[in-house]
């Protein structure tokens, strides 16, 4: 039987290399879409797509989801069986300086996505969401079921408005599509811009690192290998219609196991065998207190719960690091 072939956008991104390269040694034909901008370090990003390339049944197209013309050309040329969209301007503090990347990237970016799938027909889409889109709620742990209306900043707002962009669409045009709200995704090949790894490379060079609210947060810290594996169990598996004939689901990814901050940060210490000298500062305007995924809807669909300690996926992000950047121990 032959496998689908699975266009996956942000491809040179953290998560996007890790699906990527799953896929392709479960035999998966796929195709990688990224614009490789300098959001972080490209060299990272281009060192993942060099270890995709090695795979016989990969190739790799240079592109912006705002640039509709790329788009639509990109899924005539292909027929794709499934999209996963990972492609998105991350990060909650970049958005407070950087709006018009958000809205080019996530919400122009994922309307032509939209598109491409409203005119050539897949037979799912499945597209990342994200915690942040629970705001700052007292209720825990986060339910797919609560209200999400009071995002607290505009990345949040943007991946609330692609949740209720592929509602739409699926409602309208029958397209089935997954979305899936991601929380705290760490792990090698990882994104340096996100806290556990700027605090490593600041550990490393004997620098003081910053912790926000005194490290009184939580996060629900989910190891890069139980995303991939939540979405491989999705990838053939498009949402039934619900009662109104809709084909559209939302799922929490997480670990379902908040972490205190300032616990992440003495295991990180333990596994880089360094301990940081630290700052302690106040919240930072667009920061949440706590994440804390329920995935009881994950374990009653897929029999799948995230289960990676932060023991051992900061033990193999600490040895990754070390390797990638030549440090010895």
């Known amino acids: 039987m032959k496998k689908a072939k699975i266009l996956v956008t942000g491809g040179a991104g953290f998560i996007g290399f890790h699906l990527s390269k799953r896929l392709l040694e479960e035999g998966y034909e796929i195709v990688g879409y990224d614009n490789i901008n300098d959001y972080y370090d490209p060299q990272l990003k281009y060192d993942r797509l060099s270890i995709l390339k090695g ?57 032509n996505i939209l598109e491409a799938c409203r005119h050539n027909p897949v037979k799912h889409l499945l ?15 986060f339910s797919t079921d609560d209200n999400v209306d009071s995002p607290i900043s505009l990345y949040a707002a943007t991946k609330k408005s692609n949740e209720l962009m592929a509602f739409t669409y699926s409602h309208l045009y029958g397209i089935p599509a997954t979305g899936l709200r991601f929380f705290t995704v760490y792990g090698p090949y990882g994104r340096p811009d996100m806290a556990y790894f700027g605090f490593t ?9 910053k912790v926000f609210n005194n490290g009184d947060m939580y996060r629900d810290f989910t190891y890069v290998d139980d995303i991939v594996q939540g979405i491989f169990n999705m990838l053939e598996c498009p949402p039934k219609p619900d009662k109104n004939g809709d084909k559209h689901k939302v799922y929490n990814i997480g670990n379902n196991k908040p972490e205190k901050l300032m616990y992440f940060i003495e295991t990180l210490e333990k596994c880089i065998g360094k301990v940081a000298e630290k700052e302690y500062l106040p919240m930072q305007a667009g920061d949440v207190y706590q994440t804390y995924a329920d995935v009881s809807e994950l374990m009653r669909d897929f029999d799948f719960k ?5 023991e051992e996926g900061l033990s193999r992000f600490a040895k990754w690091y070390k390797e990638y950047y030549k440090i010895e121990d």
């Open 55 to 111: 795979y016989d049944k990969y190739s790799f197209v240079k592109g912006d989801l705002a640039d509709k013309h790329a788009v639509n050309t990109l899924f005539e040329e292909n027929g794709f069986d499934i999209v996963v969209n990972l492609a998105a301007q991350a990060g909650v503090r970049y958005s407070i300086d950087n709006p018009q990347a958000y809205i080019d990237s996530n919400i122009v970016g994922f309307f």
């Open 127 to 141: 597209y990342a969401s994200s915690s942040s889109v629970y705001g700052n709620q007292e209720k825990t742990p």
């Open 201 to 209: 490379n600041k550990i490393m060079k004997g620098e003081t690192i």
């Open 306 to 310: 995230p289960s990676t300690t932060i």
